[in-house]
């Protein structure tokens, strides 16, 4: 795609207002909003509102008066209509990792130790299978992690626990069907937990209509609520008051403020609260999720998802044209396909690429994706339509063919690696 047509897209694009609900640096292509979301233009003075109105003056009152205490509800019912979820049933607090240990735990307790196994792919995130690993270890089961999503129906059983994934594959951005795989676990007898870290703001997701068991995600990815922002958490109404999470804080108690010596949990999704809510990291949730509202004025996740396939394919098609080693990792029916592109580079020979170089060298010519090692290597791009349009792919595919065509990758400054890849 020519900048030209691209250029022309983007001054039809219904969405392209929202862009300017965000600040990103001049002369950046920002593809990494799988990652690190951006950062939305209010956010700034709405913390510091927080730190220096709520905090600074109105001191602990504040718990009450600006509503502190309410955040993790609050925020979970301003999410619950992109996950397919109602107000009440879902609840913002610690990181998507912690969410996970709860929710695997509550699931394995409510196979009341009849089944013990985990089912999950080997290529999930690596939190999701290494909490897993714990989970299974304090309930004395296993977790089978398969090869390929079709090895996945075989192994639902009758010993078959939990069904647990991710509906958009961090690295190959492949999505799953989740009402499908649903159905298959609860035909075997077992429970499906999902992970949105990948979805939610991002693809079209039913909770409540794929009859999922368990749900949680990440805030700081396509949900823009900044670096380590709280995650969420969503459990399936017919589960409620069956079984203690394992984290028993005194904020998912019944009576918090009783201060009784004996745990009572919450009814509903409180009770996967823990402790005390990260008050300034929800404030950047809460204004992040404005921008999803001003979203939901210009069509909403319809608008969101032709958008974030339509960019996917073009920079897929840009790719396939400019890069003639590359080999696309990800879907290009669009029923499988999340909102990023990941492709390996020749890895042989003469004609051998390093793709973390390539990716680096991208990094300063202002083009910002990253870069996943393993088997094979990817250079990944997340495509946000919020703030995403048509020029950015354009402008990425044709630095990357000039990095390629220029082999200007192949220099110390990119080859040496950084800890965050
Ligand atoms: C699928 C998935 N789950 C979880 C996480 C991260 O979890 P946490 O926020 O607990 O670090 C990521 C991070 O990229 C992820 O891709």
Not at 33 to 43: C, D, E, F, H, I
Not at 239 to 262: I, K, Y
Not at 314 to 336: C, N, Q, Y
């Amino acid at each position: 795609m020519n900048i030209e047509d691209a250029k022309r897209l983007d001054a039809a694009d219904p969405l392209r207002s929202l862009r300017d609900l965000f600040t990103l640096p001049e002369g950046i292509t920002y593809l990494d909003g799988n990652s690190l979301g951006a950062l939305p233009r209010a956010t700034p003075e709405r913390i510091q509102r927080a730190v220096e109105q709520e905090w600074g003056q109105g001191l602990i009152k504040s718990w009450n008066t600006a509503g502190w205490i309410d955040l993790p509800r609050r925020l979970g019912d301003r999410l619950a209509p992109w996950l397919g979820a109602r107000p009440g049933e879902v609840l913002v607090a610690d990181s998507t990792s912690v969410n996970l240990y709860k929710v695997l735990h509550a699931a394995l307790q409510l196979q009341q130790g009849k089944r013990k196994i985990v089912v999950s792919e080997r290529s999930n995130f690596p939190t999701d299978n290494y909490i897993a690993q714990s989970v299974v270890r304090a309930h004395g089961g296993e977790l089978i992690l398969t090869e390929s999503p079709e090895d996945i129906p075989p192994l639902l059983d009758e010993r078959c626990a939990v069904l647990m994934l991710t509906h958009v594959n961090y690295r190959s951005g492949r999505m799953h069907d989740m009402a499908l795989l649903t159905r298959w676990a609860h035909q075997a007898g077992a429970l499906a937990v999902w992970d949105l870290a990948h979805s939610a703001g991002i693809v079209p997701i039913d909770l409540l209509g794929s009859a999922a068991d368990f749900a949680v995600g990440c805030g700081y990815k396509y949900l823009n609520g900044g670096p380590g922002a709280p995650a969420f958490v969503w459990m399936h109404p017919r589960h409620e008051g069956q079984v203690w999470q394992p984290l028993t804080g005194w904020l998912g108690h019944a009576n918090p403020f009783d201060f009784d010596s004996e745990y009572q949990p919450a009814p509903g999704i409180q009770q996967y609260q823990c402790g005390t809510p990260a008050v300034l990291a929800m404030t950047g949730l809460d204004t992040a999720l404005d921008v999803y509202d001003a979203a939901q004025k210009l069509g909403g996740m319809k608008a969101l998802r032709n958008k974030s396939l339509a960019l996917t394919e073009a920079f897929i098609g840009g790719v396939e044209a400019r890069v003639p080693g590359a080999v696309i990792a990800t879907p290009r029916d669009s029923a499988l396909r999340g909102s990023q592109v990941s492709f390996s580079l020749p890895k042989d020979g003469d004609d051998s690429i390093d793709g973390y170089a390539v990716m680096q060298a991208l990094i300063h010519h202002g083009v910002i994706g990253d870069f996943r090692a393993g088997d094979p290597e990817l250079l990944r791009f997340g495509f946000a339509p919020l703030y995403n349009g048509f020029a950015d792919v354009s402008r990425a595919v044709s630095v990357l063919g000039e990095i390629l065509d220029s082999r200007s990758w192949d220099a110390p400054q990119f080859t040496s690696r950084s800890k965050v890849t």
